[in-house]
Every structure is written in C-alpha cells, then in structure tokens.
C-alpha cells in the first residue's frame, strides 16, 4: 500500500515551490483537491491511488496555498479558475509532462476545465468531479448548506463547525469517522496557522462558454446527495459539454465519491481513460 512520505515529492515551478505525491507509470495523470480548509492532494486521491498507480503516473498536487505548497503570485485581474491552471501547466512542463488526463474535484475541476479549453494541446481526457462554475443552482437554494457550513467555519474555526463541514461532505450514516474529522481539523489549522501571503484577487470565471468550446472527451462525476456542490447542476454538465458522459451515484453517495464509493469510482474512471 502505497504511502504519504514514500510518494511526497516537491518541485520549482510558477514561482514557488510545489508539493505534489507520485506513484506508478504509464500517461500522466494530474490530480488535484477541492477548495475546502484543510484540503490537499493526497487526503483526496489516496482512496484510490493505490489501483490508479497501476494504470497512470499519478501526480497528486497540493495547489499553491493548499496542503504542502506556499502560495504564488497572482497576476492583475488573474481568476481562480486561471491562476490555478497556469500553476498546473507550469508543474507540467517542470515535470517535463507533455500531455496527461486530469481530474479535478469541486473548485479544482474549474482550472482543469480551464487548462482543457486554453491548452487541449496537452490534455488527454478530463474528469469532473462535482465541477463549479458551470451556472447558478437549478432546484436547489443558493448557497448550499456546505458553502454556508464553509462559511461559519472560516468565521469561527472550531472543532463543532468542521464537524458540520465533514458531515456534509459525507452525509451517508457510518462512513465519517472520528479519525477523519480529527485529521481534517489538524490539516485546516496548520492551513491557517501559515496562510497565503497572494493568492487570485477574483472568484471563479464563469465557465460556461469555456465548457462549451471543450475539446477533451469528458467524463462528470457526481453524488445525488452533494451538498456542497449540488447534483442539479449535472444538468449544465450534460448540456453544455460537448463530449460529455456523465456517471450520477444515488445511495445516499455525497461530495467524496472516491472515498464513499471507490471500487464504483475506479470502474468508472479507469476504463473512461483507458478507452
């Protein structure tokens, strides 16, 4: 089984230091995290890292200001969804990767659609997992209950609200335990204890022209009971997409599908990319 210190790794790129967790041959595979406290690379891969290392070269990166990784300048008027990409293509050609699949979970899928659409060049296929930025909530009230919870949190950084935050996240009875709770707490404070000193001034672009010039074959994943970003949305996904398939967990599966349903995960992503 495949470890945290054995795959660390750290590299010069974009004007800092990247940390990122590597395992396995064959094409790239770039992976990144969501924009929750405390999130980084390999707390959201290492689920499945050990199956998809026997596919792909699997690079876990912790995006600057997240996990291992110090911040990056921003450019003047840089976006979120742009500031990241230009961090991930630039650990690319660090790596010397010309070209690889991505997957990007929750805020991280908005600078690998980004990079799809600026650079198809250098992208083999795209997986989006619970993808923002693709339009405003059809159904479901805006803000969801986990942005709020992301909210109080950020307010009052406690234990009780990263309790609130975690259940959220994974809403099916049983799965969160104690342990994950514990260390996704030590993880946001040590976040906050070294914050960025620049990050992106603006929010998220809207991407969905950007969707709709994608060139990649895409595969969109999604859990019906996402409460940070809700399932409703899988519908821009599939309408704005031009190469598109989307795999739609029921069951009570929420915002970690790799964690919550790994084997469904696998089955779904290995043969996406393989094909």
């Known amino acids: 089984m495949l470890s945290f210190e054995d795959t660390r790794r750290q590299i010069a790129a974009a004007g800092t230091v990247v940390h990122y967790n590597e395992a396995g041959d064959g094409d790239a595979l770039i992976c990144l995290h969501g924009g929750g406290p405390g999130a980084n690379g390999w707390d959201n891969t290492k689920w499945v890292v050990d199956e998809l290392s026997r596919h792909f070269h699997v690079v876990m990166l912790d995006l600057p200001g997240y996990g291992a990784s110090p911040p990056m300048e921003a450019l003047p008027g840089e976006t979120n969804d742009r500031f990241y990409a230009r ?4 650990v690319m050609d660090a790596l010397n990767i010309s ?7 929750s805020m991280g899928a ?3 659609l980004r990079l799809a659409h600026d650079h198809p060049e250098r992208v083999l296929k795209l997986v989006l997992k619970c993808p923002v930025g693709l339009g405003p909530n059809l159904f479901t009230p805006s803000p969801p209950d986990g942005i709020k919870a992301l909210t109080a949190f950020r307010a009052d950084p406690s234990y009780e609200n990263m309790e609130q935050i975690m259940r959220l996240f994974i809403p099916r009875e049983g799965l969160l335990t104690k342990a994950m709770i514990d260390a996704r707490f030590a993880s946001a404070q040590q976040a906050m204890a070294h914050p960025p000193a620049s990050v992106a001034p603006l929010g998220t672009a ?19 009971q996402d409460r940070m970003v809700p399932m409703d949305a899988a519908l821009s996904a599939l309408a704005l997409i031009p190469h598109v398939e989307l795999h739609l967990w029921g069951g009570g599966v929420g915002h970690f599908v ?15 990319l393989k094909g």
């Open 99 to 105: 070209k690889a699949h991505l997957y990007g979970p």
């Open 110 to 112: 908005a600078p690998m």
């Open 206 to 224: 809207d991407l969905r022209e950007a969707a709709q010039n994608l060139k990649p074959q895409t595969l969109v994943l999604w859990g019906h």
């Open 87 to 90: 961090a991930i293509l630039a």
């Open 258 to 272: 790799e964690f919550e349903e790994p084997e469904a995960f696998l089955r779904a992503v290995i043969p996406f």
